[in-house]
Protein backbone atom coordinates (compact mmCIF):
# COMPACT_ATOMS: atom_id res chain seq x y z
CA UNK A 1 0.00 0.00 0.00
CA UNK A 2 2.83 2.48 0.83
CA UNK A 3 4.98 1.42 -2.05
CA UNK A 4 1.87 2.50 -4.47
CA UNK A 5 1.30 5.41 -2.61
CA UNK A 6 4.87 6.46 -3.41
CA UNK A 7 4.52 5.17 -6.83
CA UNK A 8 1.36 7.85 -7.72
CA UNK A 9 3.59 10.46 -6.40
CA UNK A 10 6.64 9.83 -8.55
CA UNK A 11 7.05 12.73 -11.13
CA UNK A 12 6.94 11.63 -14.93
CA UNK A 13 10.50 13.12 -16.20
CA UNK A 14 8.19 12.98 -19.68
CA UNK A 15 5.81 15.52 -18.23
CA UNK A 16 4.41 18.63 -19.33
CA UNK A 17 4.86 21.52 -17.02
CA UNK A 18 0.94 21.43 -16.50
CA UNK A 19 1.02 17.93 -15.43
CA UNK A 20 3.07 18.38 -12.72
CA UNK A 21 1.88 19.81 -9.26
CA UNK A 22 2.43 23.39 -8.76
CA UNK A 23 5.99 24.47 -8.08
CA UNK A 24 7.52 21.54 -9.03
CA UNK A 25 8.66 22.23 -12.89
CA UNK A 26 10.58 25.36 -10.73
CA UNK A 27 12.43 22.93 -8.64
CA UNK A 28 13.09 20.51 -11.24
CA UNK A 29 14.26 23.56 -13.72
CA UNK A 30 16.58 24.46 -10.66
CA UNK A 31 17.81 21.09 -10.28
CA UNK A 32 18.76 21.04 -14.05
CA UNK A 33 20.62 24.36 -13.94
CA UNK A 34 22.68 22.97 -10.20
CA UNK A 35 23.42 19.84 -11.97
CA UNK A 36 24.82 20.72 -15.52
CA UNK A 37 27.35 19.18 -16.74
CA UNK A 38 30.71 22.11 -15.80
CA UNK A 39 31.84 21.80 -19.21
CA UNK A 40 28.20 23.11 -20.48
CA UNK A 41 27.46 25.50 -17.62
CA UNK A 42 27.93 29.03 -17.48
CA UNK A 43 30.38 30.12 -14.97
CA UNK A 44 28.74 31.72 -11.96
CA UNK A 45 29.71 34.89 -13.10
CA UNK A 46 28.76 35.02 -16.87
CA UNK A 47 25.02 33.87 -15.72
CA UNK A 48 24.92 36.57 -13.30
CA UNK A 49 26.03 39.28 -15.64
CA UNK A 50 23.45 37.18 -18.63
CA UNK A 51 20.43 37.77 -15.72
CA UNK A 52 21.11 40.88 -15.17
CA UNK A 53 20.40 42.08 -18.77
CA UNK A 54 17.41 39.94 -18.96
CA UNK A 55 16.55 41.66 -16.50
CA UNK A 56 16.86 44.90 -17.62
CA UNK A 57 15.36 43.65 -20.95
CA UNK A 58 11.87 44.87 -22.29
CA UNK A 59 11.22 41.39 -23.76
CA UNK A 60 11.52 39.59 -20.52
CA UNK A 61 7.71 38.47 -18.56
CA UNK A 62 7.49 36.30 -16.31
CA UNK A 63 10.97 34.92 -15.96
CA UNK A 64 10.38 34.06 -20.02
CA UNK A 65 11.98 35.32 -23.22
CA UNK A 66 9.40 36.96 -25.58
CA UNK A 67 11.52 36.42 -28.25
CA UNK A 68 12.01 32.68 -28.12
CA UNK A 69 9.89 31.57 -24.94
CA UNK A 70 12.27 29.76 -23.06
CA UNK A 71 12.81 30.35 -19.34
CA UNK A 72 15.82 33.10 -19.16
CA UNK A 73 17.47 31.69 -16.13
CA UNK A 74 17.82 27.93 -18.02
CA UNK A 75 18.88 29.40 -21.21
CA UNK A 76 21.34 31.60 -19.53
CA UNK A 77 22.65 28.22 -17.81
CA UNK A 78 24.33 26.96 -20.88
CA UNK A 79 27.30 28.51 -21.45
CA UNK A 80 27.03 27.75 -25.85
CA UNK A 81 23.51 29.74 -25.36
CA UNK A 82 22.95 33.45 -26.99
CA UNK A 83 20.69 35.40 -26.01
CA UNK A 84 17.67 34.94 -29.12
CA UNK A 85 17.35 38.56 -30.07
CA UNK A 86 18.53 39.44 -33.35
CA UNK A 87 21.18 42.40 -31.12
CA UNK A 88 22.15 38.74 -29.14
CA UNK A 89 22.32 40.99 -25.69
CA UNK A 90 24.89 38.34 -24.26
S1 LIG B 1 15.84 39.07 -25.55
FE1 LIG B 1 17.77 38.36 -24.65
S2 LIG B 1 18.18 39.79 -22.97
FE2 LIG B 1 16.02 39.97 -23.53
S3 LIG B 1 14.93 38.58 -22.13
FE3 LIG B 1 15.36 37.47 -24.05
S4 LIG B 1 17.30 36.42 -23.61
FE4 LIG B 1 17.10 38.03 -22.10
Redesign the pocket.
Known sequence: MEEASKQNQRICKKCLLRDMPEGEYFHNMYDYIAHLDPEVKTDSEEYEA?LA??K?????MNG?????G?F?EM??AVKKNK???P????
Open positions: RVCACDRLMCKVCCVRACPAEHYW
